[in-house]
């Protein structure tokens, strides 16, 4: 398994991740430890959750639940120094935490207790605030995307709170590194010029959903990763699962992501299952399975950390697991480029 450094930071972690977004709901915690196990025993030593987790539905019967079956895995096998792991502080507007509040110093350090209490460790890798106080232009809010009511002295200010009280949790030993999601290119250098003025960790990744099929890095925060030195961890490389190819020609599988969130969370459109058609001709062209292909350019990319990806069953994570020793040739990228000309930004 190839690693990667993770900016600056001296953490090292393997090109794809474990995702365990569905640890809780459509997977029990017994199927989360073995999906555990199965991932260490391949190489992968990363491993990315969040305090909101579980989804499908996200709701405040179950938040915290897939930090709590980390931590039992922990506890039974006493072996946290194995995983890299990641979790998210949740922002404003989930009501059902902390009543909707902005991400704060007020919040951070009752917010990474909680954390380190479910996951049963006494630190964080990689701490990361799931989504700007501000508003993200990501999960198809880009379409209507207007940031012309922020003021830029309160997103300062924001910043320089926050990185004060997430020192505070470095120093403490409770983080190692500091991360972003679902953030932007401005916001992503901002972060990283406060940090340099002002102390307090540099953000060293940023987990923004990208894909065949969600290329929007591609033009801003590609460019501010190379030059900031922030790795990209690229969340829904399968789109929702569409570039596997399940849910073509109408096919809904029992227990999949769409029969229990119909529109893939805006992703299900006609022009998507259009480039889905697209590119599962490029696999079949070239004898590859399109979840390798798919997983393996993401990982290619020149700003990519690692690949993050879920599986609901132990067999859709052996076949994601076989993506690590796919190389694609350059004929095969030049043919997904050409797909993205003609299927740009599909949903």
Request: glycine share 10%; charged share 20%; aromatic share 8%.
């Amino acid at each position: 398994m190839k690693m990667n450094d993770l900016g600056q930071s001296g953490i090292k972690v393997s090109a794809y991740c474990l995702g365990s977004m569905t640890w809780g709901t459509q997977n029990t915690a017994a199927e989360g430890h073995a999906q555990i196990d199965r991932a260490l025993d391949t190489g992968i030593n990363f491993v990315d959750t969040a305090e909101m987790y579980p989804v499908n539905p996200v709701s405040a019967d179950t938040t915290g639940r897939t930090e709590d079956i980390i931590g039992q895995w922990v506890a039974k096998t006493g072996r946290r120094a194995d995983m890299v792991l990641a979790t998210k502080h949740s922002g404003e507007g989930l009501g059902h935490v902390r009543d909707g509040a902005p991400i704060s110093s007020a919040t951070i350090a009752q917010t990474i207790e909680g954390s380190l209490r479910r996951l049963q460790s006494d630190y964080i890798d990689l701490y990361q605030f799931h989504w700007p106080n501000r508003g993200s232009y990501m999960f198809r809010k880009n379409w209507t995307y207007d940031p012309s009511g922020q003021v830029r002295a309160d997103t300062i200010a924001h910043m320089e709170d926050a990185l004060g009280a997430l020192q505070r949790e470095v120093e403490r030993g409770t983080i190692r590194a500091f991360g972003l999601s679902n953030e932007s290119a401005w916001g992503l250098t901002q972060w990283a010029t406060v940090a340099a003025r002002v102390g307090g960790p540099r953000p060293i990744s940023v987990q923004n959903e990208y894909s065949l099929m969600c290329r929007m890095a591609d033009t801003d925060v590609a460019e501010t990763c190379v030059n900031e030195d922030i790795d990209m961890l690229s969340f829904s490389p399968l789109a929702a699962g569409l570039l596997t190819g399940k849910y073509q020609d109408g096919a809904v599988p029992d227990g999949s992501r769409m029969s229990l969130n119909g529109d893939l969370g805006g992703r299900r459109t006609d022009r998507a299952f259009e480039a889905v058609s697209a590119y599962l001709q490029v696999a079949k062209n070239h004898g590859l399975d399109p979840v390798h292909m798919a997983l393996a350019w993401c990982a290619a990319r020149p700003f990519m950390g690692s690949v993050i990806f879920g599986a609901t069953s132990m067999d859709q994570l052996n076949v994601a697991l076989g993506a690590a020793d796919i190389t694609l040739s350059d004929e095969v990228t030049a043919e997904l480029d050409t797909v993205n000309r003609a299927h740009p930004l599909p949903y």
